[in-house]
């Protein structure tokens, strides 16, 4: 591949594809450099450094993970928008599990305040959806919590190999999420404040 057809975008797209293949541990900007059979100074003048661009992929990852979600959740609401918005994003970690790793990379501030499109999206879809679940704040995002680390603790699991159980592992998610709509249907009402130390009488 010509040096001149390089760009940013083709760089950060060629090292999300060996994130894929390899892991994202494996993505160094050596490795990609070989992939377009330049040396590494040639990548330089599109990325700052290696963590520049896990950085990039992030963001891509990003995008691409919240335009797989919005289009399975469109026109949909409750339990149907809860089950295609789950079932878009297990999808989406299953078959990009470099990229989906890359998601979970701490970004600095500015980074995301910078481009802040796939990230406000999130937001919007996410709460939008339980929204129609009638809940509010601080409701929202305890709710939002609990589907992140569920979806995340699930996906991780499964793509590591960490469920050793014969049980189908499409059925135990499906009824996973079933359970998700149940709750968040029924959603508990916050309990009351407990006393603090200093209520507590001495004794």
């Not at 026109?75 to 928008?81: K, N, Q, Y």
């Not at 910078?114 to 679940?133: H, I, N, Q, S, W």
């Amino acid at each position: 591949m010509a040096r001149a057809g390089l760009t940013a975008q083709r760089v950060t797209l060629a090292a999300a594809d060996l994130a894929d293949t390899a892991g994202l541990d494996h993505v160094t900007v050596s490795a990609v450099a070989r992939g377009f059979g330049v040396k590494d100074a040639s990548l330089y003048s599109h990325v700052r450094s290696l963590q520049d661009l896990r950085h990039r992929i992030a963001l891509l990852a990003a995008g691409e993970l919240v335009d797989e979600i919005a289009a399975a959740v469109a026109g949909r609401s409750g339990r149907d928008a809860l089950i295609a918005f789950a079932d878009a994003y297990r999808a989406y970690a299953l078959a990009h599990p470099g990229r989906y790793a890359a998601t979970q990379l701490q970004l600095p501030p500015e980074l995301v305040t910078a481009d802040p499109v796939a990230f406000r999206r999130t937001y919007e879809l996410t709460y939008g959806m339980l929204r129609g679940y009638g809940l509010s704040e601080p409701d929202l995002t305890d709710a939002v919590r609990l589907l992140r680390s569920t979806f995340h603790g699930f996906v991780n699991l499964e793509a590591t190999g960490g469920f050793g159980h014969p049980r189908d592992v499409a059925q135990s998610w499906r009824r996973a999420v079933e359970a998700l709509h149940v709750l968040l249907a029924h959603w508990p009402a916050m309990p009351p404040a407990g006393p603090t130390r200093e209520d507590t009488p001495a004794p």
